[in-house]
């Protein structure tokens, strides 16, 4: 290990003492809640998994760091919030983060990868090993479900990742206005698990490869789950003939598929809401208070084959009308419900992206060859995955935590220091005396050290 900076900075503060600080504190970590993310891996698989699907052409008898360690030190590193593979250059001696990738603590010779390691790591991976990570995402998403699963919400939606410099597949977007790539991301709508990721060109339109991805979940959501009721979520820019019948002709296979998607608005549709339009314009004349008014009608687009169930919001407020408009295939339904209790929930899925872009920077796709961006991609999905199941837990005994987002969750629970020391028979980690949530924290480790649900 290279020698730790010494260098002493002086406060003066305190009335009675002078304050000197050193960084020179051996076996300290900040990141004690590490212990936590190990605990959530070992619960539900997912180093395991993603390495196993990692081909190694590497001589054996000159590798110092296999694919498991790797996979293990990227993951949590991002989970912890250090993003970039240069933060590795200083944490690869980190006592925790060595201890949860099974090395030695306090062997300095025993380091975990380096910047270099990590780089040529990410970018030795094929097309053929990225569709198997994003397959073997869905079908271990499909393998966590309940036993009694009978209604499973797939909400889908893209995002905007903005890039810099000549990455391949950047490509300039007029909608979001950046040159960028466009990320397509599928949730769990009800428990906000991730089901899949896929890396798209900058400027691939919203529901490329939707059908796709879809197809492929939803089939495998059936083979387990022959009874459950599917239905797929999504915003306007997903209301495309192919998802539509793919959609429809899964229906007619597997049964209880169904969709509630937006549509945009266009002269025909603002034609058919007219009449409730007027209705909600003269209920806001006569009350001057926010009003929304809902029904619904039958609609087909010139490249429709047929007309399809179309709910209409009729709304009118200070600000003016605001028509909005759903297309679903749950007819039987009230349209208010529909609006509210189906597509407005939507909504949540925005919370998730959020987790995922801001709290774990999957935004930071920095790498040239785009095969290597959806590589790191999937692990800052798997990061994901390890952070929800760490929330998950906490729901169970810490209620305060249930709704938090991870990086709230990162700082009330993983950013502790840590002391690591190692004995012949033992690695004794020490947290804090004073540590807010050192009851939550083995709550939670208590309920993440119980076996899997089946």
Known sequence: MPPTECNQTKFTFHPDFDIDVRSDAPRMSSDGGLLLLRQADERTGTCRWFAGCLPDARDGKRVRHNRMEQVRQR?????????????????????????????????????????????????????????????????????????????????????????????????FHGFYDQYMFHPLLVF??????????????????????????????????????????????????????????????????????????????????????????????????????????????????????????????AEHSERGENPRFVITSLAEFPPQLIYDRAYCKRGNSENFIKDLKNALAADRLSCGAFKANFFRLLLHVAAYRLMHAVRVAAAEVVPELARAQFDTLRLRLLKVAAHVTQSVRRILIRLPRVFRFAAALRAISGHLARPAPA
């Open 75 to 171: 993951v949590y590193q991002i989970a912890m919030g250090y993003e970039d593979c240069n933060d590795s250059q200083e944490l690869r001696h980190d006592p925790m983060l060595k201890t949860v990738c099974d090395r030695r603590p306090d062997d300095e010779e025993d380091s975990l990868s380096s910047q270099p390691t990590l780089s040529r790591f990410e970018n030795a991976v094929s097309g053929r090993t990225l569709n198997q990570l994003r397959q073997h995402l869905e079908e271990s998403y499909v393998a966590g479900l309940p036993a009694d699963t009978h209604v499973v919400v797939l909400d889908i939606d893209g995002t905007d990742d903005e890039t810099h410099g000549r990455q391949q597949l950047s490509f």
């Open 188 to 313: 769990d709508g009800e428990s906000g698990q991730i089901i899949s990721a896929l890396l798209r060109p900058g400027n691939a339109h919203a529901a490329r490869s939707a059908t796709p991805v879809l197809r492929g979940i939803i089939r495998r959501i059936k083979a387990r789950f022959p009874q459950a009721l599917i239905v797929v979520r999504a915003d306007a820019g997903f209301c495309v003939p192919r998802l539509l019948v793919a959609l429809e002709e899964l229906d007619r296979e597997l049964g209880d598929i169904d969709y509630v998607i937006g549509i945009a608005k266009n002269p025909r549709l603002l034609a058919l809401a007219e009449t409730t339009m007027a209705q909600a314009h003269r209920r806001y004349e006569e009350s001057r208070r926010h009003i929304r008014h809902f029904s619904a009608c039958s609609y087909a687009a010139t490249t429709w084959d047929r007309e399809r169930h179309v709910v209409i919001k």
